[in-house]
């Protein structure tokens, strides 16, 4: 029978906080085993547009293993960063049931972070139509929807949709 391969560490927090940058500098160390891509979005519920597959919802949980090296199960620490399960409850009751999980929350200063969000979603992802910031805020303050008028992208839109909100860490 073969071995239950998941991740007992889980990178997770608002989009934009360097949660990228902590995934790569943790794979780093020898005891850490990453999953081979960061935000898998395993655990996400199925109907989140961020949705990928495997899924742990589709596919069981036995598909984790698809998403860690095979060996993973020999490093003390095997990790997976997702950053969308703060703020999903199927993902965060799946966390909290693992008995050895282990859960670094990574956050930023709210305006910075919506800033930075916004910039990479125009700049990185050049999926923003002619929205300025302010007038990106002002969507998002109205909850008007960006795609596809003013967002190529359904991801992105329901991202930046939401900016506002996933900075309220309160």
Known sequence: MTQLIIPNLFI???????????????AEHPQICGAGKKEPFFLT??????SRQPNYWKDGVNAYSTL????????????????HYLFDDKARKV?????????????RDPAARVYSSYQYTANNLARLKDLSFAEY?????????????WCSDRGSAFVLERDLEYSNYV
């Open 12 to 26: 997770v927090g608002a989009p934009k906080c360097a949660t990228s940058s902590l995934f790569k500098w943790l």
């Open 45 to 50: 519920d199925p109907a989140n547009p961020l």
């Open 68 to 83: 860690l090296p095979s060996d993973a199960n020999n490093f003390k620490c095997r990790m997976e960063a997702t950053t």
């Open 95 to 107: 966390i909290a049931s693992l008995p050895d999980a282990k859960v670094l929350i990574v956050l």
């Open 137 to 149: 805020i002002k969507l998002a303050k109205g909850r008007r929807p960006l795609w596809p008028k």
